[in-house]
C-alpha cells in the first residue's frame, strides 16, 4: 500500500472538488482499489503504485484545467476519466521535464496526450512542421505554447501568428470597422492562448514592439522572416498560390508551425486547399514533419469527441465509395 498527499494550492475548492465532493466521488468510483479522501485543501491517495500514478497524474490534469478555465465540472471529470490515463502517464517519476511553459498564476502549460508530445517532438528536431487534426485536439494551444517558449528561452526574436481571413458563412466586408478590428475575432483563440501564457500588460507592449505580431497570411507577401517562430493556423483555408507564398517566407533561424483540420475547408467551391496539396508535396521532404491528430486527442466536452468519430467514419465511407466508382470507371 502507498500513501501521497496532494496540496491543492490556490484554488476554490467548491469549483475543484464539486458540490459535496462529487469530483472526487467521480475519482474514487473509477479506481475501486484505492482509498481516496478530500479534508480541507488536502487530498490524500492510498492504494497500489500504478493506480495512484494514474490518479495523481489525473489530478493534475483536472488543476491544469482549472486553471486554465476556473472550475471542474462533474462532466469534464468524465472526460478526461475516458481518455487513455496511459497516454498522460510519464515514463519514471512525474518532473518538470515535459513542461512547455508557465504561465502566469502558475499555470503549468504542458502537452496533452501522446500527439501533442509528437507536435513538441517533431519541432524540436525539424523547421517546418504541419500539426493537422480536428477541432479541440489542442494542436493551435501546443503550437503557440512552443512559439512563447522560444521567445521566453532567446531562441527566436519574435513570434508570427497569421491565419488565412476565410470563414464559413462570413462576409468580411460586412463587418465594421478597420482591417485589423475585421479579423480579431476570427484570431481571439490565438489571443486566448496567448493570455494563458504571457501577463496582460507584457503581451500588449511585446505587441506594441511587433515582438508578438499577430496578422492575416496576405501581410506575410513579400517579407523574409528571420529569427522567428512563425504560426499559421486554419491553414486548410489557404490556396496553393496562398501556403506556398507563407511556407518560402522562412529565413534564417526560424521555425514554422502551420495547423489545420482538412475536414473543415471553407473555400469556395473548386478552390484546391494549400494544406491539402502541401500534404501530397512536401512529405519526404527533409526538415519538414507531420503530425496526425484524431479524435482521442480532442481536449473539450466528451460528445465533441463522438461527434467527431461519427464524421470520420461517414468520410471513411464516402472515400471507399468513391473508390470504389474510380476503379468501375477505369
Do not use: C, W
Not at 58 to 64: A, D, G, H
Amino acid at each position: 500500500m502507498v500513501e501521497k498527499i496532494i496540496v491543492l494550492d490556490n484554488i476554490s475548492l467548491i469549483d475543484f472538488l464539486g458540490v459535496e465532493n462529487r469530483n472526487i466521488k467521480e475519482i474514487a468510483l473509477s479506481f475501486p482499489n484505492s482509498k481516496i479522501i478530500s479534508r480541507g485543501n488536502e487530498i490524500r491517495i492510498q492504494g497500489n503504485h500504478t493506480e495512484l500514478l494514474k490518479i495523481n497524474e489525473l489530478i493534475r490534469l483536472l488543476s491544469e484545467h482549472y486553471h486554465r478555465y476556473g472550475k471542474v465540472t462533474l462532466d469534464e471529470v468524465r472526460t478526461y476519466l475516458e481518455q487513455d490515463a496511459t497516454e498522460h502517464l510519464p515514463q519514471s517519476v512525474p518532473n518538470q521535464e515535459d513542461v512547455l511553459i508557465f504561465g502566469p498564476q502558475g499555470l503549468v502549460i504542458r502537452p496533452r496526450g501522446k500527439n501533442q508530445k509528437y507536435i513538441v517532438e517533431a519541432a524540436a528536431k525539424n523547421d517546418v512542421v504541419f500539426a493537422l487534426g480536428p477541432a479541440g485536439t489542442g494542436k493551435t494551444y501546443v503550437a503557440v505554447a512552443l512559439a512563447v517558449r522560444a521567445l521566453k528561452t532567446k531562441q527566436v526574436k519574435r513570434i508570427i501568428i497569421t491565419r488565412p481571413a476565410v470563414e464559413a458563412g462570413e462576409n468580411l466586408g460586412f463587418l465594421p470597422g478597420d482591417l485589423k478590428e475585421k479579423i480579431d475575432p476570427y484570431l481571439r483563440p490565438i489571443y486566448d492562448a496567448l493570455n494563458d501564457m504571457i501577463p496582460a500588460e507584457k503581451l500588449k507592449y511585446y505587441q506594441e514592439k511587433n515582438t508578438i505580431e499577430i496578422a492575416p497570411i496576405a501581410y506575410m507577401r513579400g517579407r523574409t522572416l528571420s529569427d522567428a517562430f512563425i504560426l499559421l493556423d486554419e491553414a486548410q483555408n489557404t490556396t496553393s498560390m496562398q501556403l506556398k507564398m507563407f511556407l518560402t517566407r522562412m529565413g534564417m533561424g526560424s521555425k514554422m508551425i502551420i495547423t489545420g483540420d482538412t475536414s473543415q475547408i471553407d473555400l469556395p467551391q473548386r478552390t484546391k486547399s494549400g494544406l491539402v496539396e502541401a500534404v501530397s508535396l512536401l512529405r519526404n521532404i527533409e526538415g519538414v514533419a507531420f503530425v496526425k491528430l484524431d479524435a482521442k486527442d480532442v481536449v473539450r466536452h466528451k460528445v465533441v469527441r463522438r461527434i467527431i468519430e461519427a464524421y470520420e467514419r461517414e468520410n471513411a465511407r464516402q472515400e471507399a465509395r468513391k473508390n470504389k466508382d474510380d476503379k468501375k470507371d477505369a
